[in-house]
């Protein structure tokens, strides 16, 4: 499953891209966030490996984040897995001056229940990006350029 979200981000690209660069930033816009740990490699490199924990209700959520292209503040694309779930994200920082356009193409391959609610509810998937980036926009334009 393939899809693509966008929001406008009423800061300028180099601002936008310091405040999603910095890893302690993460709890303050990724509700459920409990640990971000680089376990291969130097953070903010291709090819490096970091563990994701999440709390999602009762369920704790844990995921391998690869660095596919890291090219800040244009591009960051990443990889993540966990049990059933391979997801490539491509985020794009476009510059307008004095705001940034940020464009995320995301494709999902999931195994077992997880393929039949894509497949069943596809809109689930692109619900989640959305408010995660509503998130991000949020938090990045209440701490201003």
Not at 25 to 41: A, E, H, M, V
Not at 62 to 69: A, C, D, P
Not at 95 to 103: F, H, K, P, Y
Not at 127 to 139: G, I, P, R
């Amino acid at each position: 499953m393939k899809y693509t979200c966008e929001t406008t981000i009423n800061l300028p690209r180099n601002r936008v891209a310091e405040l999603y660069n910095d890893p302690d930033n993460l709890p303050k816009w990724q509700p459920g966030l409990r640990s971000f740990d680089l376990i291969s490699g130097e953070y903010a490199t291709e090819g490096s490996k970091s563990k994701i924990v999440y709390q999602m209700g009762k369920r704790e959520l844990e995921m391998i984040e690869t660095l596919e292209v890291y090219n800040l503040p244009e591009e960051f694309t990443a990889l993540y897995e966990t049990k059933g779930v391979w997801n490539r994200n491509q985020n794009r920082f476009i510059d307008l001056g004095d705001s940034t356009e940020w464009v995320m193409d995301c494709e999902f391959r999931c195994d077992g229940f997880l393929k039949i609610m894509a497949f069943l509810m596809p809109g689930m998937f692109k619900k989640q990006t959305n408010k995660m980036m509503a998130d991000f926009k949020a938090f990045a334009e209440a701490q201003g350029a």
